[in-house]
């Protein structure tokens, strides 16, 4: 993303072909232990509906239907919806912005958003919306888990710059915290000098309690804080904030 103006949304950029090419590989075991700690909290019964909100490239989707769920993925990128139906031709996907689900109210029993796809929005009010949706969608009881970072060991550990070479491509990264935001920025330059290009990657911080309480303004109870996809409790050093819960009564659509 040439300009680095805060008000773009990166993300509809930033997920494409470059993202693929250097992230090619992401971890199907690690997809499978997230998948299975859901389940494990949830009680999601053998074909009930489920979405994998912004399901990427379909790893998590892939698990989630391999366990009997009725799951569909939904995602802004058609780059990766392209890879992930290319990985399985007969998983339902849909292409739209998570502030505006096209589902009904109450169409799904749970709902999943794995590997920090939370805090995109140069408007705070925009990750509260997709909060709303999210409470919107999900059956009365539903259950839900949201897969975010460790705030705290992402400002005390923050990397300021790294750089390495992928597939004949140089790629420099710096990493600072602007008003709450982690910014990361991504310099991609093939080695024999051709064109240049230029992402960035803009995630909000938010702090465990902060998050829990925007949960609960939709009507999102959080029962569970978990620190990995093992189900270890979060604590400072946590490498993720994991929350999972359900709709409370009385909030459904």
């Not at 993925?73 to 292409?95: F, H, M, Q, Y």
Request: net charge negative.
């Amino acid at each position: 993303m040439s300009g680095g103006s805060p008000t773009r949304e990166w993300f509809r950029e930033w997920f494409g072909e470059e993202y693929l090419a250097l992230y090619p590989h992401r971890n199907e075991e690690e997809a499978r232990e997230a998948v299975a700690l859901f389940r494990s909290v949830s009680s999601i019964a053998p074909g009930a509906p489920v979405l994998d909100l912004a399901c990427g490239a379909g790893r998590h989707l892939r698990e989630l239907r391999s366990a009997g769920i009725d799951a569909s993925g939904l995602d802004l990128s058609g780059t990766l919806l392209r890879n992930a139906r290319s990985a399985s031709a007969t998983d339902p996907l849909i292409r739209a912005d998570m502030r505006r689900i096209p589902l009904a109210s109450g169409a799904v029993d749970g709902l999943t958003s794995f590997f920090t796809s939370f805090g995109y929005f140069a408007d705070p009010d925009d990750d509260l919306q997709v909060l709303a949706e999210m409470a919107r969608v999900l059956s009365p009881g539903g259950s839900f888990m949201l897969d975010f970072l460790n705030a705290g060991r992402v400002r005390r550990d923050l990397v300021a710059e790294d750089q390495r070479t992928i597939g004949g491509r140089r790629v420099r990264q710096t990493r600072e915290i602007e008003e709450g935001i982690v910014v990361k920025r991504i310099l991609i330059e093939p080695v024999d000098g051709g064109h240049a290009r230029d992402f960035e990657e803009r995630v909000r911080l938010y702090a465990p309690d902060d998050l829990v309480s925007l949960l609960a303004r939709v009507g999102l109870r959080t029962d569970h804080r978990f620190g990995d996809y093992r189900g270890a409790a979060f604590g400072e050093g946590s490498q993720r904030l994991i929350l999972a819960g359900r709709l409370a009564a009385g909030r459904a659509g």
